[in-house]
């Protein structure tokens, strides 16, 4: 498992009951996680200290219930900068867990000794589109929802990368992925995070079971003459990691050789130094 262990603003202290108590900075939030799956004594002090809680509904989705935290805050991760607000369906805007896929590209990129161009797709609040920007690419970073790139935006700007390399899309990513292999463009890296559901801007579905192969297959396509690695991350439950690798190993390594490996992510619990599995993820990069 790759465990995101280098954090000093961010940790998990405890879990219990489907529910993961987190630190954040300063403040304290719990909320629900699908995995959690035990029911253990809630020793620890925090667990009567929150500053918000997301509370599930039976009937899906649910609300947050909040102790003086404010609108906004941010929280460091090494050189990086993130501002975190919570929103609906139990979200802060930052999956910290994804740090242990930032230090691995940031090496790549950073021991490539030569221009990397890297393209980001489903890129969220840009997590990965600062990660990789701070190392030294040029980043191109698209995402459907106009809120989640002004948000990314404002984590670039945090980070003092206003400045640097980054094109900013608001486009479907199917479709971009569609006309940027007829513009005939290429990059050296490829991210993706994509969803497990999603509808496109015409009301088109995407189901994950159903569009990763044809997807991956279609992003390989883009990769340069000499491309670097190529990342993707679930978090689809039963989704396996061997699944990753098989579909990567088809798609990727078969044109251009290299290793392909995948896993689970996760983030240390404090209270009993057990790993707590937040997704999964496979890599491959081009031989060394």
Not at 105 to 123: D, T, Y
């Amino acid at each position: 498992m790759w465990i995101a262990d280098n954090w000093k603003d961010y940790e998990v202290l405890d879990s219990s009951c489907g529910e993961k108590l987190e630190r954040w900075g300063k403040y304290i939030l719990l909320r629900p996680d699908p995995q959690v799956l035990w029911n253990t004594p809630k020793k620890l002090p925090e667990w009567k200290k929150l500053n918000g809680h997301y509370h599930r509904s039976n009937k899906g989705g649910g609300e947050w219930e909040f102790f003086h935290l404010p609108e906004q805050w941010s929280i460091t991760y090494g050189d990086l900068t993130f501002q975190l607000k919570p929103f609906s369906f139990k979200h802060t805007g930052l999956f910290p867990e994804q740090a242990a896929n930032w230090d691995w590209f940031r090496e790549k990129i950073q021991s490539a000794n030569r221009p990397i161009s890297v393209l980001n797709l489903f890129a969220y609040t840009g997590g990965a589109t600062c990660a990789a920007a701070k190392a030294g690419a040029k980043v191109t970073h698209v995402d459907a929802s106009k809120g989640m790139v002004a948000w990314a935006k404002e984590n670039a700007k945090s980070s003092g990368l206003e400045d640097a390399p980054i094109r900013w899309l608001v486009d479907d990513c199917v479709k971009f992925v569609e006309r940027e292999i007829r513009r005939g463009n290429k990059y050296d890296a490829i991210i993706m995070d994509p969803p497990s559901y999603g509808r496109g801007p015409k009301g088109e579905i995407w189901k994950i079971e159903d569009c990763i192969h044809n997807f991956i297959a279609l992003c390989s396509q883009l990769l340069s003459d000499k491309p670097l690695f190529f990342l993707v991350n679930s978090y689809t439950t039963g989704l396996a990691p061997a699944v990753l690798t098989y579909l990567i190993s088809t798609e990727v390594k078969s044109k251009f050789g290299g290793h392909v490996i995948s896993d689970e992510i996760g983030l240390r619990v404090k209270s009993n130094g057990l790993v707590l599995p937040c997704g999964a993820s496979g890599r491959w990069e081009a031989e060394k």
